[in-house]
């Protein structure tokens, strides 16, 4: 059977290989609460869904929820983006590969928790999804790519799992609400603009003995560092004084714990 759309109960699916489909997009917009089968037959044929296409749900704003089935191994390119009724996402633990900008745009998102077989959080995956108020990062993720949460202005705490060892530029950029960070071991560069405009910043956490690399003074442009306390490990407030781009704190706010 060559590759081509059909629909089942209203959701419309492409043959990708075999008997495997990927949801694709639907003509009239999905709406309101859909549930995605792990299986769907056609003709007689049963096809297992394992992957949700590019722009499959994107600019669907009446769609409130969405249930993922643990046969998805791929979410694809700006999937869900501006999706503003969304309100929360739980992405299955057989989820390998989220495209970039997925879920971007999505105004309505509260609450993601991101699957334990991930291991990148694309480019704006989640950019501008101004409501988002946590999320769950795995030990599976090693890196945070571009503006992966930027913009996500209700974001108010992050912790950088230990697996984590490339954050890209502007990441956690224009995240206004954000109060405190916790970075890594595994973390010895930090590119540029990704704390940056976040105003409310007011603890940051280093575990590592030995200052990451900042990239250039864009990491924490419009925090205002002489209102944040900067926690670092035991014997090593004398390496971060003296680093080119940690000692922009202000020494009194560099905390031994």
Same mark, same amino acid.
Not at 188 to 191: P, R, Y
């Given at each position: 059977?060559?590759?081509?759309?059909?629909?089942?109960?209203s959701? &419309? &699916?492409?043959?990708?290989?075999?008997?495997?489909v990927?949801?694709?997009?639907?003509p009239?917009h999905?709406?309101?609460?859909?549930? %995605?089968?792990?299986?769907?037959i056609?003709?007689g044929? @049963? &096809?297992?869904?394992?992957?949700?296409?590019?722009?499959?749900?994107?600019?669907?704003d009446?769609l409130?929820?969405?249930? %993922?089935?643990?046969?998805?191994i791929?979410? $694809?390119?700006?999937?869900?983006?501006n999706?503003?009724?969304l309100k929360?996402?739980? @992405?299955?633990?057989?989820?390998?590969?989220? $495209?970039?900008?997925?879920?971007s745009?999505?105004?309505?998102?509260?609450?993601?928790?991101?699957?334990?077989?991930?291991?990148?959080i694309?480019?704006?995956t989640f950019?501008d999804c101004?409501?988002?108020?946590?999320?769950?990062?795995?030990?599976?993720?090693?890196?945070?790519?571009?503006y992966?949460? =930027?913009?996500?202005? =209700?974001?108010? =705490?992050?912790v950088i799992p230990d697996?984590?060892?490339?954050?890209?530029? $502007?990441?956690? =950029?224009?995240?206004?609400?954000?109060?405190s960070i916790? %970075?890594?071991?595994?973390l010895?560069?930090?590119?540029p603009e990704?704390?940056?405009?976040?105003?409310?910043?007011?603890?940051?956490?280093?575990?590592?003995s030995?200052?990451?690399?900042?990239?250039?003074h864009?990491v924490f442009? $419009?925090v205002?560092v002489?209102?944040c306390?900067?926690?670092v490990?035991?014997?090593s407030?004398?390496l &971060?004084?003296?680093?080119?781009g940690?000692?922009?704190?202000?020494i009194?706010?560099?905390v031994?714990?």
């Open positions: 059977m060559q590759a081509q759309d059909f629909d089942v109960d959701i &419309y &699916y492409k043959v990708v290989n075999g008997t495997n990927e949801v694709t997009f639907n009239n999905y709406k309101g609460e859909i549930t %995605i089968p792990a299986q769907v056609y003709k044929i @049963i &096809y297992t869904v394992n992957s949700i296409g590019p722009a499959a749900f994107a600019i669907c009446s409130t929820y969405i249930n %993922i089935p643990n046969s998805v791929s979410i $694809g390119q700006i999937a869900f983006m999706c503003n009724n929360s996402v739980t @992405i299955p633990n057989s989820v390998a590969e989220i $495209g970039y900008s997925a879920f745009g999505c105004n309505g998102l509260t609450s993601v928790t991101i699957s334990t077989s991930v291991t990148k694309m480019e704006t950019f101004s409501n988002l108020k946590s999320v769950t990062i795995p030990n599976s993720v090693t890196a945070i790519r571009h992966a949460f =930027s913009g996500c202005s =209700s974001l108010e =705490s992050v697996s984590v060892n490339f954050i890209g530029d $502007g990441a956690f =950029s224009r995240c206004d609400s954000l109060t916790v %970075i890594p071991n595994s010895t560069k930090i590119m990704v704390f940056s405009l976040c105003t409310r910043l007011k603890s940051v956490t280093c575990l590592s030995f200052p990451p690399h900042l990239y250039d864009s442009s $419009g205002k002489e209102n306390t900067l926690y490990p035991t014997d407030k004398k &971060y004084e003296a680093n080119e940690w000692k922009n704190f202000i009194s706010n560099i031994e714990k």
